[in-house]
Nanobody, 123 residues
Framework: VQLVESGGDLVQAGGSLNLSCAAS????????MAWYRQAPGKQRELVAG???????NYGDFAKGRFTISRDNAKNTVFLQMNGLKPEDTAVYYC??????????????????WGQGTPVTVSS
């Protein structure tokens, strides 16, 4: 499995970024996909996940600002981030095999990770 993220950048507060993750080596359409992030000194946390049938889950901080989507024809998952804040600064990781069950109460990352793309939001 190979996951290649792109789109991370330095952006001013209030700005937007669109991250992409191109997947290979998996049956993309059958897999849940997700974005996680990890800021320095903090644990990795879920940003957003999307199931194979396009149901979505978001971290509380992402609701209303971020949108996850997928293009199965291109084996790519996207993360549109609007209204960025300095606290969004982190390395953003793509994850394959994400699972949400029990009506979204239980969210689990899959085993495959990308190398990460850094997002820096300046104040």
């Amino acid at each position: 499995v190979q996951l290649v993220e792109s789109g991370g950048d330095l952006v001013q507060a209030g700005g937007s970024l669109n991250l992409s993750c191109a997947a290979s080596g998996i049956i993309f359409g059958a897999n849940g996909m997700a974005w996680y992030r990890q800021a320095p000194g903090k644990q990795r946390e879920l940003v957003a996940g999307i199931s194979s049938d396009r149901k979505t889950n978001y971290g509380d901080f992402a609701k209303g600002r971020f949108t996850i989507s997928r293009d199965n024809a291109k084996n790519t998952v996207f993360l549109q981030m609007n209204g960025l804040k300095p606290e969004d600064t982190a390395v953003y990781y793509c994850n394959a095999g994400f699972i949400a069950y029990n009506r979204g109460r239980v969210l689990r990352a899959g085993d495959s990770w990308g190398q990460g793309t850094p997002v820096t939001v300046s104040s």
